[in-house]
């Protein structure tokens, strides 16, 4: 066997395409499919400033209730190619203030970011494209921004039928000035304006200072009243030009999403959740291994809120929880919980932590 040997066919170009034809790592931007959400399996969710919906899109709200969230929302078909999409959905004729703003977001790490050198003289060009389609027509508009909201690229394109999906693609040249993260903080925050005031909206076709969201002029979607707005085949990748969308297999997808955020779903009354110890009489303590490294140390954990959804297994007995699980410690590895009950363990022995319904979950986050 030869050593030392670089096989020719997985070598890649600069824009990730390799010399078989296989792509590598070309799209920055995760869960663009839209096909992985955690979070709500498929439900509606009615954002607040900030709250994640489908993995990796987070809502930005200036106002509560102005518009929800959902996957496949409506039931319209997808382009081709594609099975899912992000749909927005306007609750109310909103008149967007000075400082409103309202916005779908992704957060890109710095790791996936940092070949593009942005903040330097050597800064890439990139180029986002994706699938839209609204209820509106006229110019829409996003907007670039670093980790500080320091810099900003407000960018614009044109939704031209109603209820038509049509692709679009912005290019941009990278930027030479600013601070640009290239660890595990957020390297680009990628906006796409539903409805931004004149604070948070900026001149589109050009880097600037200060912390914008969309373009001066955009549509407003939260100004119509039941508007709709569907995103998917969301790309962001080096270059000048729009390639075909970067699919990549839904295992690899969840696994990239897990690092930012990981939940454990009931399948019924008697899911199994992890080994624990016992603590006492009314405590069980158990760790669960994350599939992959979080991007940081978890600090809280999340669960259904109601304590019967879960029970800890002994010896041959199982008894429900007196109260919700609750976050022990942990690490971009794993973590711990604490299931606790009202009596019946015996302290030293070994455990399991099941839930009792298909309610419960265990959830962790490590979003940026």
């Known amino acids: 066997m030869a050593y030392g040997v670089v096989n020719a066919d997985l070598m890649t170009t600069s824009d990730g395409v390799s010399s078989s034809g296989l792509y590598g790592f070309k799209n920055r931007i995760l869960n663009g499919q839209m096909v992985i959400d955690q979070r709500n399996a498929g439900a509606s969710v009615t954002p607040t400033d900030g709250q994640y919906t489908l993995d990796r899109w987070k809502g930005f709200a200036s106002q509560t209730s102005k518009y929800t969230v959902q996957q496949n929302a409506g039931s319209v078909t997808p382009p081709v190619g594609f099975t899912n999409y992000l749909g927005v959905t306007s609750s109310s004729a909103y008149s967007v203030g000075t400082n409103d703003y309202f916005a779908i977001v992704q957060l890109i790490e710095g790791y996936n970011t940092a070949d593009l050198n942005w903040g330097t003289a050597n800064a890439q060009t990139i180029t986002i494209s ?119 297999p839904y295992s690899a997808e969840l696994a990239m999403c897990q690092r930012y955020y990981y939940r454990i779903k009931a399948v019924d009354g008697s899911t199994l959740f992890g080994s624990s110890f016992n603590y006492g009489t009314t405590s069980a303590i158990g760790y669960i291994k994350f599939p992959v490294d979080m991007r940081t140390n978890p600090t809280a954990l999340e669960q259904s809120g109601t304590a019967t959804d879960y029970r800890v297994f002994y010896s041959t007995a199982s008894t429900n929880c007196s109260s919700v699980p ?43």
């Not at 925050?189 to 969309?214: C, F, H, P, R």
Request: charged share 10%; net charge neutral; glycine share 16%.
């Open 130 to 248: 994706f699938w839209v389609r609204s209820s509106l027509t006229g110019t829409f508009g996003g907007a670039l921004n670093n980790s500080g909201s320091a810099r900003n690229y407000p960018f614009t394109y044109t939704i031209s039928s109603a209820n038509t999906w049509e692709q679009k693609s912005i290019t941009i040249t990278g930027d030479t000035s600013g601070t640009w993260l290239t660890t595990n903080g957020v390297g680009i925050q990628v906006n796409i304006g539903l409805g931004v005031g004149t604070t948070y909206s900026g001149t589109a076709g050009a880097w600037a200072a200060g912390n914008k969201v969309s373009a001066t002029g955009a549509v407003s979607v939260v100004g119509t009243s039941g508007a709709t707005f569907y995103l998917t085949g969301v790309m962001l990748e080096k270059g000048s030009t729009a390639t075909s969308f970067d699919y990549r």
């Open 326 to 368: 609750t976050f022990d410690s942990g690490t971009v590895f794993g973590a711990s919980a604490t299931f606790t009950v009202a009596s019946g363990l015996t302290g030293g022995q070994g455990s399991m932590l099941r839930a009792n319904t298909s309610s419960a979950y265990l959830g962790w986050s490590a979003e940026l």
